[in-house]
């Protein structure tokens, strides 16, 4: 059972736009920043979105992020199939004095 | 740039003891902390624990999941981090990944990763 709460899975067809939420408590996504990593798969997760809503260089601004009280959300536009991958939320949790991740999200592009 | 280069493929039996690496180059080692991260074969990312390699005698925690079973340490004269077993069990079955969290601050965000290290334990 992950800290962070995740959908399993999100599906959309290629050129939409789909969104992943990443539910926590105020003793992590409450009061620290949210990050966002995707791993295709076979590979090493890679950072995608830091500090709620920054784009690391070289990260298309496709991808989007935004954080609202105990909740954040990933948001991507345009997909396309190489976008097909596991995506994670992580934070640190002031409580346990741990970083915590979230179940994470399969994306299916159909 | 800034690389973390993990140790390869283990495939040990219960009971054996391991040690894996994570050896960090294209910046100063002691600057950042380091995580390790399992995941087990098709699950998701858990926390094992991290190291201050600029105080690693006093400066680590793990999760309380990992607490008693690995042990976190570092060298920094050859800017390396450790994951280390004492007792294999068949539940430590995964890939071990190395992140190196932001360097100015370490609550931001997980911004560099190893490749991953595959550890398989079975009798």
């Known amino acids: 059972q992950s800290v962070l709460t995740q959908p399993p899975s999100v599906s959309a067809a290629p050129g939409q736009k789909v969104t992943i939420s990443c539910s926590g408590s105020?003793?992590?996504?409450?009061?620290?920043?949210v990050s966002w990593y995707q791993q295709l798969t076979g590979t090493a997760p890679k950072v995608l979105i830091y500090d709620n809503d920054k784009r690391p260089s070289g990260i298309p601004d496709r991808f989007s992020g935004s954080k609202s009280g105990t909740s954040a959300t990933l948001g991507i536009t345009g997909l396309q199939t190489g976008d097909e991958a596991d995506y994670f939320c992580?934070?640190?949790?002031?409580?346990?004095?741990?970083?915590?991740f979230g179940g994470g999200t399969k994306l299916t592009v159909l | 740039e800034v690389q973390l280069v993990q140790s390869g493929a283990e495939v040990k039996k219960p009971g054996d003891s391991l040690r894996i690496s994570c050896q960090a180059s294209?910046?100063?080692?002691?600057?950042?902390?380091i995580t390790w991260v399992r995941q087990m074969p098709g699950k998701g990312l858990e926390w094992v624990g991290r190291?201050?390699?600029?105080?690693?005698?006093?400066?680590?925690s793990y999760s309380p999941s990992f607490r008693g079973r690995v042990i976190i340490s570092s060298d920094n004269s050859i800017s390396t981090a450790y994951l280390q077993w004492n007792s294999l069990q068949a539940s430590d079955t995964g890939m071990y990944y190395c992140?190196?969290?932001?360097?100015?601050?370490?609550?931001?965000?997980?911004?560099?990763w190893g490749q991953g290290t595959l550890v398989t334990v079975s009798s």
């Open positions: 992140a190196r969290h932001d360097n100015i601050n370490a609550y931001r965000y997980l911004q560099y």
């Open positions: 992580g934070t640190w949790d002031s409580s346990v004095s741990a970083w915590v």
């Open positions: 294209g910046y100063s080692f002691a600057g950042s902390w």
């Open positions: 190291i201050d390699p600029s105080d690693s005698y006093t400066s680590y």
């Open positions: 105020s003793s992590n996504i409450g009061n620290n920043y």
